[in-house]
């Protein structure tokens, strides 16, 4: 779909990703309606500020009654500090498990009547490559994106006679602060030219977007995709450091 013209809303932009998916898409001509749990921290000139915090069923319906001419749907917003799933505290892990799975879920059963209204437009969740190759450090991560890759798959099939495209962004490295984070507590030298750039990696994910892909992969990505053909295995971020 042309995004020119489209109205979008975007989850958890007052940084990261989220904040670079809004601007894109300013850039590209849509209306972008930025959300975020604290809208005082979204600093993007031209978009309509919104609170929403899509673990709060009563925020996410306020979101709906408002932004009525959404056609395009970036769930962006995701807890990413799960821990390990036999070690950690299981608060922690049903807290990851609750953004990325059910508040995504519930802001598509939100969105979808107002998508089919507005035409059918598109619903872009953002995935991780740890949801086909765990982590260890953060493996209820990974499970939680395993099952928002599920939920992606089924939402895909149910919205698809209504017109929506459901398409997955699935990136390996994002040279984010939580990546690097994550890699210098685990004693890891991560190199800049092994991650993606957020304002790359968003460029990529409306490109295909605009071009009607299901599924949206950075290199790293289609290398972790490929492994799926054999054993499971895990996602070593030593085999991307620094020599």
Sequence with gaps: MKLNGATALVTGTNRGIGHHFAVELL???????????????????????????????????????????????VNNAASTAGGNLVSGDLGAIRAVMDSNYYGTLSMIRAFAPVLARNGGGAILNVLSGSAWATVDGNTAYAAAKSAEWGLTNGVRLELAGQGTLVA??????????????????????????????????????????????????????????????GPPRALDLADFARA
């Design 27 to 73: 850039q590209r001509g849509a209306k972008v309606y930025a959300t975020a749990r604290r809208p005082e921290l979204i600093d993007i000139p031209g978009v309509e500020v919104l609170q929403l915090d899509i673990t709060d069923q009563a925020s996410v319906a306020a979101a709906a009654a408002v932004a009525t001419d959404v056609d395009v749907l």
């Design 168 to 229: 997955a962004l699935v990136p390996g490295l994002v040279a984010t602060d939580t990546m690097r984070e994550f890699a210098r507590n685990a004693g890891i030298d991560l190199p800049e030219e092994v991650m993606i750039e957020p304002v790359d990696l968003v460029r990529l994910a409306l490109d295909g977007v605009e071009a009607g892909e299901v599924e949206i992969l950075d290199p790293i990505g289609a290398d972790v995709k490929a492994t799926l053909a």
